[in-house]
Every structure is written in structure tokens, then in C-alpha cells.
């Protein structure tokens, strides 16, 4: 690379896929050569420009042929290829940014949920998209049966074992989590882990176990953590959560007592009033202002619906 990258804010429309055209190598290397833009990742950080405008960066490369592993993002606009690649190498963010030929002055790898600017839903899901496929690359350059070097096929959605005599495909993992709002009458029961900052609640959330149902993760961990038998499971919504790989699946619960025997793994879990509840969505706000977390969401449907 021997020019300056050309930078753009991520486009706004809407990306397609394209999923059917990623055993197509010969397509994908026509899409390497057709001005592509890049979503940079380094350490698990993307890229953002700084000062008073900060936003999500994509790249346009000089030699775009040369980027170490492209992953295949989709189509945006009228035909034009987005991928993503991760800067593994570096030490430094100076070093890696270095790579792309600019500086802190121009831009930065901000960690997703630091970034104190804001973000529309196509971003979002970008930003998402693009962590979430280079950190499994990150975690998977190794086959976990045979211990090769993997290779990435169907321009990054699959990384193959290089070991002819075991050839494993590895696809991307997603790790299913439920996220519940449980209430009773005009009260919601929200809990807070110890390395929150200080007077930070918000709702419930477990990880769905193997041969679990969904239904049956929100009632298990609300007991877990509250001592709390719930009843009247309500699928909300659902969102993806890159840190590292998970997707939360919100739901809705009725209590069927208001006592509460505290789990070990919160440090505090207590009822709160509608009044306080929209306090509290002022103080998630501020925390990630940026991502609308679906907590935030289940807890603002309840406030507006009990107002």
C-alpha cells in the first residue's frame, strides 16, 4: 500500500448479504477488485474517526488484494462489496494504525461499548457484524480436533482444517443467552453484578444450557439468581451481543412471589417501582448510550406500558 486510504462514515443502506454467492470464488474476487471497503478490527476494537464528528470508519485500500484474510460482509448500494479483516499482528494501536496510513489525530480503535458517540441501527449491526466474524477468526486458527492450522472458505464464513485426513469445517459460533424482565403488579425486578458501577441495576440474564428450551432458561435463572419462580414467559425480542459471541433473547415474567433469596453470582437484587425504573434507564443510558441495549428496551416497554 502506498497511498492514503480513502475513508467513508459507513454507508446507510441496507446490506445484502449475499450468502448464496460465497462458494463462488471467482465472484469473490471480482468484488476484491471492485473498490471494496473494509471494516478494520484490531484486538477485538473498531475503527472510529475522532474529534467532534466520531464515527464508524470503512476503508477503501489501495491494494485491497493484499489485506491478510478478508471476511465477506455483503452488498451495499448499487453493488458495492464490504468486507471486514482483522489487524492481528501489531502491538500498538500506533502500529496498526500505521497499516492503514493514518494516525490517532485521524482515528482510533475504540472498544465498541466505550465509544462515547452515536450510532444509527445500520451501524450497529455493521459494527456487530464485523467483530463478531473477525473475533472467531481470531479464536479459531486452530482445528480443535486435530490441532492444524485452519483456512478460511466461502470467503470467511467457514474456516477449514488444512489437515487433508481430517478436513473439519468450523462455522461460526453463536452463544444463545437469555434477558428477562420479570414484574409483578407495579413492581420489576432488576439486579446488579459487583464490578458494575456503583447504583447500576438492569434486568436478569443467563446463558441457555444444552437440551434447555428457552422458556425453561428464564425460569432456571431467575430462580438461580432471585429465588423467584416466574410463570407467563413472553418472547420480547431479540438482539445480537458481540462480547464475544452471544445473542440475547428478551423475554417478559410474571412472578409468582415478591420474596427474594438472593444467587451468588449478583451482588444485589431488589424490586423497583416504575418511578425508580426510569431512573435507572437514564443511568443504563449513559452507560452505553450508543447501543440501546435490549435491557433498556424491556425496561422502557414496561415504564411506558404500567404508565
Known sequence: MSNLPACHFFPSEVLEREAHRREDGEWLDRQLSNSPRFIFVWRGNNLFSVGRNKRPLALEVPDPEKVINPIFLGIQGEGAPLFAANLSDPQSEQD????????????RFIPLRQFDGL???????????SRSLTHWHEEQKFCHRCA???????????LACANPDCATKHFPRTDPATIMLIHSGDLCL??????????????LAGFVEPGEKLEDAVFREVKEESGIEVKNIRYFGSQPWPFPQSLMLGFFAEANSKQII????LEDV?????????????????????LDTIARRLIRHWVEASM
Not at 119 to 129: D, G, I, T
Not at 148 to 158: A, D, K
Request: no cysteine; net charge negative; charged share 20%.
Open 119 to 129: 450510532l444509527s441501527s445500520e451501524e450497529r449491526a455493521l459494527l456487530f457484524y
Open 148 to 158: 492444524h492450522p485452519t483456512l478460511p472458505e466461502q470467503g470467511g464464513h467457514i
Open 190 to 203: 432488576l439486579g446488579r453484578q459487583a464490578s458494575w458501577p456503583e447504583g447500576m441495576y438492569s434486568t
Open 270 to 290: 431488589r424490586w423497583f417501582q416504575v418511578s425508580e425504573a426510569r431512573e435507572m434507564l437514564v443511568k443504563l443510558a449513559s452507560r452505553f448510550p450508543h
Open 262 to 265: 438472593r444467587g451468588a453470582e
Open 96 to 107: 496498526a494504525l500505521a497499516l492503514l496510513y493514518l494516525n490517532t489525530d485521524l482515528a
